[in-house]
T-cell receptor
Framework: DVKVTQSSRYLVKRTGEKVFLECVQD?????MFWYRQDPGLGLRLIYF???????EKGDIPEGYSVSREKKERFSLILESASTNQTSMYLC???????????FGSGTRLTVV | RKEVEQDPGPFNVPEGATVAFNCTYS??????FFWYRQDCRKEPKLLMS???SGNEDGRFTAQLNRASQYISLLIRDSKLSDSATYLC???????????FGKGTRLSVIA
């Protein structure tokens, strides 16, 4: 089975801090994605990547950046954390949309 | 990316009941369809893909109606463990990001 590992399950950060969320997958998937999930808003796509060093903006990229230096690793960066970035962050990977995605277990980030 | 619409529920059903969820999608070019299940405070997990001819996996049956642009999920003989949020998911083309509905919450009651 594909395994998608997110480095932290729970994280508490202060406003203004730079935050790194790491995601690693072990199935050699080309495609990786970062979502955030909030009550009533569902899953919203932040950024995605189809290849190393490649990135595409999703629906809500403001306040975030990403890095994909290696195929298996996709990092989400909050340049200056704000309280409205308190959320559940979910990383996913996939071989192509027709196969669906596998999600990591999520990082629940609280910005205080 | 186009919208995927679902009734948020909650659907509260007794054990053993049959329950059906529908989902509509707005982009007629959509090509891939899925149902995901998400337990409380957990990640979404793929429940089943949805094929044009319809498909079944145990107590779960998925149907696709391209003409009306809706997808359905039928759960027979509901179990307490079926309580979760069910996400309808659509992709327009081979490698465009999946579009997720906001989910339908199901509670199966003893």
């Amino acid at each position: 089975d594909v395994k998608v590992t997110q480095s932290s399950r729970y994280l508490v950060k202060r406003t203004g801090e730079k935050v790194f969320l790491e995601c690693v997958q072990d199935m050699d998937h080309e495609n990786m994605f970062w979502y955030r999930q909030d009550p009533g808003l569902g899953l919203r796509l932040i950024y995605f990547s189809y290849d190393v060093k490649m990135k595409e903006k999703g629906d809500i990229p403001e306040g975030y950046s990403v890095s994909r230096e290696k195929k298996e690793r996709f990092s989400l960066i909050l340049e200056s954390a704000s309280t409205n970035q308190t959320s559940m962050y979910l990383c996913a990977s996939g071989a192509g949309s027709i196969y669906g995605y596998t999600f990591g277990s999520g990082t629940r980030l609280t910005v205080v | 990316r186009k919208e995927v619409e679902q009734d948020p529920g909650p659907f509260n059903v007794p054990e053993g009941a049959t329950v059906a969820f529908n989902c509509t999608y707005s982009n007629s070019a959509s090509q891939s369809f899925f149902w995901y299940r998400q337990d409380c405070r957990k990640e979404p997990k793929l429940l089943m893909s949805v094929y044009s001819s319809g498909n079944e996996d145990g107590r779960f049956t998925a149907q696709l109606n391209r003409a009306s642009q809706y997808i359905s999920l039928l759960i027979r003989d509901s179990k307490l463990s079926d309580s979760a949020t069910y996400l309808c998911v659509v992709a327009v083309q081979g490698n465009t990001p999946l579009v997720f509905g906001k989910g339908t919450r199901l509670s199966v009651i003893a």
